[in-house]
């Protein structure tokens, strides 16, 4: 089993034939002579189930194939077993979502013939995870973004708006810059606190979220230090004004963001419980308190 993957698969994910897909898949797999067993969600967050089952059964080789939701259940089901180390497993990624952000920090391109390509190249990382803990003591990890604010509230749109496709996030984004109403964040890390009126609060491993924007600074994903972006009193016009900028990462310098480096930071909402959201999954409400896990997946990049 050490040499052989196993392909968990989303049908539902994106917007495409996922039956002509998966041939294509499987065929190209085939060529390149790689060995393979594989589910298929039925449900949702399946993928923990179908994770934890696989490692029983003596796979330390997953192949995640569907979004960044997708991913993300994979990655949790790694972290919730407990059979194996964490750093034993090694996860690599067919992108068939709308968003797909993760795989954009490591230049995998949103191609099947291509990202079959690099699994059989086996270039692996050491990938830090993010742990983040709710109010209710709920439990979730997350591989690319998490953050709470104004990206948990588009996140919230998003789920009515996916039908239309990559479209979704520009959509969503733009009803969060209509509707969402900024709270009073109080921001605790390292010797800091931090009270002020926030349009929302980013943690970071990886570059990309949103359908790719670029809210972090300096990320390195194995440093073991999240990439904290603060938006404070950003307005409508503020970020309509600065649209490239969110595209291009240098919306990070405008004066109303600041940006940090901490191993553990905890957010406190003052006056609402704005949505907590993790890889663009919705996670819970209100406080957050968020670690990272120092190297604790591998993952296969280009």
Request: charged share 20%.
């Amino acid at each position: 089993m050490s040499n052989s993957w196993f392909i968990i698969a989303n049908p539902t994910s994106g917007n495409r034939n996922f039956s002509k897909q998966w041939e294509e898949i499987q065929q190209l797999l085939n060529n390149k002579k790689i060995d393979f067993s594989f589910a298929f969600t039925q449900f949702s967050k399946h993928e923990i189930e179908l994770v934890d089952k696989a490692i029983q059964n003596g796979f330390r080789n997953i192949i995640s194939v569907g979004g960044d939701g997708t991913l993300h259940n994979v990655v949790n089901g790694i972290m919730l077993q407990r059979y194996v180390k964490t750093s034993d497993i090694t996860i690599a990624v067919i992108p068939q979502g709308t968003g797909n952000d993760w795989i954009k920090t490591y230049n995998i391109p949103n191609n099947v013939a291509k990202a079959v390509e690099i699994i059989h190249q086996k270039k692996t990382i050491l990938q830090d995870i993010g742990v983040l803990k709710t109010d209710n003591n709920s439990v979730s990890y997350f591989n690319n973004v998490a953050g709470l604010g104004y990206d948990g509230y588009i996140v919230n749109k998003l789920k009515t708006l996916k039908r239309f496709g990559s479209i979704a996030y520009l959509l969503s984004g733009l009803a969060g810059l209509l509707l969402y109403k900024k709270s009073v964040f109080k921001i605790i890390f390292d010797d800091k606190v931090i009270e002020t009126n926030c349009l929302m609060t980013i943690f970071g491993i990886c570059k990309f979220s949103g359908g790719g924007m670029q809210f972090t600074k300096n990320v390195n994903s194995t440093d073991g230090l999240f990439d904290v972006t603060i938006a404070k009193k950003l307005h409508l016009l503020d970020l309509v004004f600065n649209l490239p900028k969110l595209y291009s990462g240098k919306i990070v310098h405008h004066k109303k963001i600041e940006t940090y480096k901490t191993k553990e930071i905890t957010v406190i909402p003052q006056t609402t419980k704005p949505f907590i959201q993790a890889d663009g999954e919705l996670i819970g409400t209100g406080k957050v308190t968020v670690k990272i896990i120092e190297k604790a997946i591998n993952f296969i990049i280009n």
